[in-house]
Antibody, heavy 120, light 105 residues
Framework: EEQLVESGGGLVQPGGSLRLSCAAS????????MHWVRQPPGKGLVWVSR????????RYAASVKGRFTISRDNAKNTVDLQMNSVGPEDTGVYYC?????????????WGQGTLVTVSS | SYELIQPPSVSVSPGQTGSITCSGD??????VSWYQKKPGQSPILVMF???KRPSGIPERFSGSSSVNTATLTISGTQPVDEADYYC??????????FGGGTKLT
């Protein structure tokens, strides 16, 4: 069964750091771009970042550029999101998702999400 | 930056047809995907490349696109279809972009 499982969420103080991880199984992870998408409380889905299949190319939403870093380990089938200098606006459920055809056109497999709360 | 605009809510009676629109500049030049999101659950891809259904998605879901508007249509809507629906496209300036979401009741 194809699966994505996120971990690492929790409570973090403003200005602090947190590292999210997503473990993939059931498919050939190294062949796919991977994305992080978040959903703030009571709001819609917001794209955060994506990384290409070999980790050589990454893109970020303007709101997180310079603060967040996406990375992957194809040997371990994991994709991480390092979150630095977080603020209340970063609060939400963070999902990792697989890119269906490495184009950004569709995300066809999603994890269950991990909750990040930025608060003092 | 590129934006996708959806109506906040759409209401449909069981068994009837409901349509959700998604508007954006030159949207017909882009592929649009649609996701179903229920509270406490992960998003599910229900339509990609404007009008293609992933395996396992019921035939009552269909999609179309023209000029600046994409539409997700649900025929014979069932109570289980009540959810938030998000359109999504890719743009060179903003990469992946989602619409604001539409609550289908």
């Amino acid at each position: 069964e194809e699966q994505l499982v996120e971990s690492g969420g929790g409570l973090v103080q403003p200005g602090g750091s947190l590292r999210l991880s997503c473990a993939a199984s059931g498919f050939t992870f190294r062949n796919f771009w991977m994305h992080w998408v978040r959903q703030p409380p009571g709001k819609g889905l917001v794209w955060v970042s994506r990384i290409d299949e070999n980790g050589s190319g990454a893109r970020y939403a303007a709101s997180v550029k310079g603060r967040f870093t996406i990375s992957r380990d194809n040997a371990k089938n994991t994709v991480d999101l390092q979150m630095n200098s977080v603020g209340p606006e970063d609060t939400g459920v963070y999902y990792c998702a697989r890119d269906a055809d490495n184009s950004g056109f569709a995300l066809d497999l999603w994890g269950q999400g991990t909750l990040v709360t930025v608060s003092s | 930056s590129y934006e996708l605009i959806q109506p906040p809510s759409v209401s449909v009676s069981p068994g009837q047809t409901g349509s959700i629109t998604c508007s954006g500049d030159d949207l017909a030049d882009k592929f649009v995907s649609w996701y179903q999101k229920k509270p406490g659950q992960s998003p599910i891809l229900v339509m990609f490349q404007d009008n293609k259904r992933p395996s396992g998605i019921p035939e009552r879901f269909s999609g179309s696109s023209s000029v600046n508007t994409a539409t997700l249509t649900i025929s014979g809507t069932q109570p289980v279809d009540e959810a938030d629906y998000y359109c999504q496209a890719w743009d060179s300036s903003t990469n992946v972009v989602f619409g604001g979401g539409t609550k289908l009741t």
